[in-house]
């Protein structure tokens, strides 16, 4: 049987508001409430117990989405009921990873009690990107019930997963045995840059690269092919060697872990 979402009462903040004491939890409902000032209240009588307000946030499922995949969801409502409409705006911390529906909440003196549903949806691009925590905070709130004016719900978090697997690309474009040109590239976009260097497996391996040897590339270059000539060195053979690539700085975390990718390139036997 599955099991119905959690939910969270917690605090506003707010004018006119004062901590209580009291943080209760039951059947993974968790509850910290905030009293608002008797004074505040129309017709509050001295020793009156003191309303308590708040927001009632459900946690989002599935807790896990993928970039392009299917949302998620989670409902809001409110603890007591306003003296006049509250507005609750929303926002994502990482706002070109998701999309919110609606963005902004709005509960009545009618409709406080009943749950709102907010989408979450994780947008698509062709950036490379780290798995990635997604917080959206709720409020402040806009209101003239002065309980609620200001107030700001709990932070709703989730995971966002890439589709998008970070790669180096080593092709040869051509030439012959013992003088070929390869190409060097990233496989998608970079949110940083990306440092990659070019060198022979074994190191003292007798062939040569011709020009730059380590390439920097960004969100704007990383498509763009860099040439390199590969020419053998002394005696010709066909002993074999290994052309490699690795990533050796830049600041984008997809890339950092990224293994070196490597190409094979043969020296031509020189005949008598």
Known sequence: MLRPPSSRRLPVVGHGLAASAGLAASAGLATALLACNPGASPGAAAGDAPLTVGFVVTDPTPGVVREGGPPATFTVRLEAEPTAPVRVPLAAALPEGVS???????????????PQSVTIVPLDDAVADVRRTVRVDLGPARSADTRYDGARGPAVTLVREDDEIAALLLSRLGGAPGDDVVELRLACAPRGSVEVALEFA????????????????????????????VRAVGPADERPVTLVARVT????????????????????????
């Open 202 to 229: 074994p190191a003292d391996a007798p062939m040569r690269l011709e020009g730059e040897t380590t390439f920097l590339f960004d969100g704007t270059t990383w498509d763009q092919g860099r040439e390199v000539r």
């Open 100 to 114: 919110l529906a609606p963005a902004t909440l709005e509960f009545t003196e009618a409709s406080w009690a009943t």
């Open 249 to 272: 700085g830049g600041n984008d975390a997809a890339y950092r872990d990224t293994p070196p990718v490597t190409l094979s390139v043969t020296r031509a036997r020189r005949r008598p």
